[in-house]
């Protein structure tokens, strides 16, 4: 499966960017962050990623911006779309690296020694550049390289 198929999958977008094609475009998804994801997609990433901290998806979307946004629209803003984005990637090349859930969420969660003790999920959430960091590590898991 294509990284961004899955990535569709993942958010539960199967009626949105490329849905109808079977292999969207970047430039698809450029234009789906900028419109903004649904809120369901917010919901299908924290659920993945943190089934039983029902408060994760507020380190993506403040509470009160998260209760604004329910109330004025059905749509995240551009930047926490792409944030939204950004995690289903990770969360699909976890899950392709370890092979489960169980293990995709245990590496996410847990401190790491080239991140200075900080947990993948923390690095990831914080920044893009962070999240590279975090999809080199896992690359590197990927190809047999110690980390």
Do not use: C
């Amino acid at each position: 499966m294509t990284a961004a198929l899955d990535v569709r999958d993942i958010l539960g977008l199967a009626t949105a960017a490329g849905a109808k094609n079977r292999n969207p475009s970047l430039l698809q998804w450029v234009n789906l962050a900028e419109r903004g994801v649904p809120l369901s997609a917010l919901d299908q990433i924290s659920r993945r990623i943190a089934p039983s901290d029902l408060s994760f998806k507020y380190r993506i979307v403040p509470k009160a911006t998260l209760a604004r946004t329910k109330t004025r629209a059905a749509r995240l803003n551009p930047a926490q779309s792409t944030l939204v984005m950004r995690l289903a990637k990770i969360w699909s090349l976890a899950r392709t690296v370890w092979g489960s859930d169980d293990a995709a969420r245990d590496f996410l969660s847990r401190k790491h020694q080239l991140l200075d003790g900080r947990p993948p999920i923390d690095v990831a959430i914080e920044n893009e550049m962070g999240a590279e960091l975090v999809r080199e590590i896992l690359g590197r898991l990927q190809h047999g390289s110690a980390v």
